[in-house]
């Protein structure tokens, strides 16, 4: 296995797209089996090493950042099987954790399967995306990465490769698991007792319900638990058209009730996608689309997936929505073919592309929320931001996941002063948005950057639920250490 420690061949290691500086490492290691990294985590006491997983450095919260531990690539870990088909309905793919999402995707595309999941950055590595329970513009309709992974093959931090296949394990009556591995030995611990917030998307701490099913622990714990060495995910057949449209709104209110009837299926429509842009989003991207008109108070993009018999109705119902609430049809952007379909995808991504160079130009780092709220309340989390970046005169943009509730909020400082007060209203707004019942991250985790408000979310009783999970798995405390759980709670 190649080890790796010199400063150039490292850099790369040190940086995600958090902005999160100072992370240093003694060396890289590239395993290229399953073999090699459980037998990395079995020595690393006898080492004296603690390693941090990294994936393909997309993520946004520091987590793969090392602060002294080895790092552990999963970069030569990246084959992709062949498409095995179960049913009309089902297939499954088995993929390693270093294989980009995309060409998952695309295997799976071109034996005429579908894999949902589809997070806006598609240079994300597939173990990353269970390991942070990824989600994206379709989860509308087909929910997080969870829903998706039939099994799972993890390295242990003590060393044990673990297989779980959904529907073995699952917690008892008392909320307890018990397993027996080879070098770990007995594993019996406690599911956590804290109840889950009622939205759509949730990506903050340990998952725990119960009567849960133990490889819903592992997604989206972070790389915390173990690492992810392969994983079975479930196919769905391909739908056979899908249309999508931009449409324009020139008030606020016309446009969340759009949303609101949308989500309601309102006149036959059944949205797989609903994205908001706000105004502000829209006039970052007008730099790259002049034709955005300069009236517009806002956008969302919509998808539906269509058969040829079904087509027009379903377009006659989306139009006449958009009539009902006041979008101008002749002037939407709409998609009837996998080109125009792919023009408005790049509409899309184009946006944090434009933020984050916008932000190079700058001195001060941006403030993002990830939080989500219960569906139904879309339009109170979208004017809870508003309003508090007028009050506070903030350069922002508001845009993502309208119909899961879940927005993005971008505050871009101008100087130290302003990037001072949108901390503060960050704060203010994590408290906000748990109170009214939300999530302090829907897709993004929490790795090192947000595990101050993991525990105004769960409380310090709620960490140390985590910590006596994290402990079962990992007593000596070698693998992803300050990731989520803050550190001093192991002390
Ligand atoms: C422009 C942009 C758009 C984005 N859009 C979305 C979006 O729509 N939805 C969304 O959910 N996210 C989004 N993200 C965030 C990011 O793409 C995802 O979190 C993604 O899953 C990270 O993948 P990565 O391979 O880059 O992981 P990294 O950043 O390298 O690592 C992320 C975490 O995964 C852990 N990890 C990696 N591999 C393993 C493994 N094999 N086993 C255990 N743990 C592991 C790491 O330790 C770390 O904690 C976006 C990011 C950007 C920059």
Redesign the pocket.
């Known amino acids: 296995m190649i080890l790796k420690s010199e400063p150039s061949a490292i850099a790369g290691f040190l940086e ?2 958090s902005n999160l500086k100072n992370g240093w490492t003694p060396g890289v290691f590239f395993p290229e089996t399953p073999e090699e990294v459980a037998s990395l985590l079995a020595s690393a006491v006898a080492e004296g090493r603690r390693y ?9 919260t520091g ?2 950042i090392p602060f002294g531990d080895y790092v552990i690539a ?1 970069q030569k870990l990246d084959r992709i099987s062949e498409v095995e088909v179960l049913s009309d309905e089902k297939a499954l793919i088995r993929v390693q ?1 270093g294989a980009l999402l995309q060409e998952v995707q695309a295997k799976a595309a071109a034996a005429g399967w579908f894999y949902p999941p589809d ?3 598609k240079t ?2 597939i ?3 269970i ?2 329970n ?3 513009s379709r989860s509308l309709k087909y929910g997080p990465t969870r829903n998706h992974v039939q099994a799972l093959k993890i390295a242990l931090p003590q060393g044990d490769l673990l297989e779980i296949e959904r529907g073995q394990y699952f917690a008892d009556a008392e909320g307890r698991f018990t397993l027996d591995l080879p070098i770990a030995g007995r594993l019996s611990f406690q599911r956590p007792g804290y109840a889950m917030p009622l939205t759509s998307k949730h990506n903050a701490g340990y998952w725990s319900t119960p009567g849960m099913d133990l490889i819903d622990l592992f997604i989206g714990s ?2 915390t638990l173990g ?2 060495v392969e994983a079975t995910l479930l196919l769905r057949p391909a739908p056979e058209q899908v249309i999508a449209c931009l449409a324009w709104f020139q008030s606020e209110d016309e446009l969340l009730d759009f949303v609101r009837q949308a989500r309601a299926g309102s006149g036959g429509v059944s949205p797989r996608a609903l994205e908001l842009f706000d105004r502000r989003a829209l006039e970052f991207l007008r730099q790259s689309y002049p034709e955005i008109a300069t009236e517009t108070a806002g956008a969302i993009y919509f998808e539906e997936e269509t058969t040829a018999e079904s087509e027009d109705t379903c377009l006659e119902a989306w139009l006449a929505l958009m009539e009902r609430c006041g979008s101008p049809v002749e002037k939407s952007w709409a998609a009837l073919d996998s080109e125009g379909l792919q023009k408005l995808r790049d509409f899309r991504h184009k946006l ?1 592309v434009l933020v984050n160079e916008w932000l190079s130009r700058q001195s001060e780092s941006k403030v993002s929320t990830d939080m989500a709220l219960p569906d139904e309340r879309f339009a109170e989390l979208f004017r809870l931001y508003r309003d508090a970046c007028d009050r506070e005169g903030f350069t922002y943009i508001i845009f993502g996941h309208i119909g899961n509730a879940h927005l993005h909020l971008n505050i871009l400082p101008r100087n130290r002063e302003e990037f001072d007060r949108a901390k503060t209203l960050y704060r203010q707004l994590v408290s906000e948005v748990l109170a009214m019942g939300g999530t302090l991250s829907a ?3 929490i ?1 090192k950057l947000k595990s101050e408000y993991l525990v105004q979310m769960y409380g310090r009783d709620g960490i140390m639920e985590m910590v006596r999970v994290k402990k079962a798995f990992d007593p000596y405390l070698v693998l ?1 250490i300050g ?1 989520m759980i803050p550190k001093d709670y192991f002390e």
């Open positions: 995600d797209t941090t997983v990294a994936g393909n450095g997309t993520g946004t987590a793969r999963m954790p997070p806006t950055e994300c590595f173990g990353s995306t390991a942070n990824s989600t994206g972070e790389g690492v992810i944090p897709e993004h985790g790795g992803n990731n």
